[in-house]
């Protein structure tokens, strides 16, 4: 079975930079677009970034120019680079992958998720 594993969430101040993770464990034959989303408190679950399995990204408009996405195809892994963090980034964060497994191929399946928050 695969499993998307998120990492690297924590506590920071306003300013500061976090590293998120998203390491893939199972038998994957293929592994199309992943990306990261977000969840705060009484807001919508929204998009943060995502990449295709071409390396083309996208962003939402609130973390352009601070947060960079990246992925490793030999990991089967993605990165979020997180810097110059505010408040409103605060949140739980979740990893989403569209792949092909030995048990068929799922779209946005999803990580448990990792938490974000970022104090003023």
């Known amino acids: 079975q695969v499993q998307l594993v998120e990492s690297g969430g924590g506590l920071v101040q306003a300013g500061g930079s976090l590293r998120l993770s998203c390491a893939t464990s199972?038998?994957?034959?293929?592994?199309?677009?992943m990306g990261w989303y977000r969840q705060a408190p009484g807001k919508q679950h929204e998009l943060v970034a995502d990449i295709t399995s071409g390396d083309s990204t996208q962003y939402a408009d609130s973390v352009k120019g601070r947060f960079t996405i990246s992925r490793d195809n030999a990991k089967n892994t993605i990165y979020l680079q997180m810097n110059n963090l505010k408040p409103e980034d605060t949140g739980v964060y979740y990893c989403?992958?569209?792949?092909?497994?030995?048990?068929?191929?799922?779209?946005?399946?999803r990580g448990q998720g990792t938490q974000v928050t970022v104090s003023s």
């Open positions: 199972g038998i994957i034959f293929s592994i199309g677009a």
């Open positions: 989403n992958a569209d792949y092909c497994s030995n048990r068929g191929c799922v779209r946005d399946a």
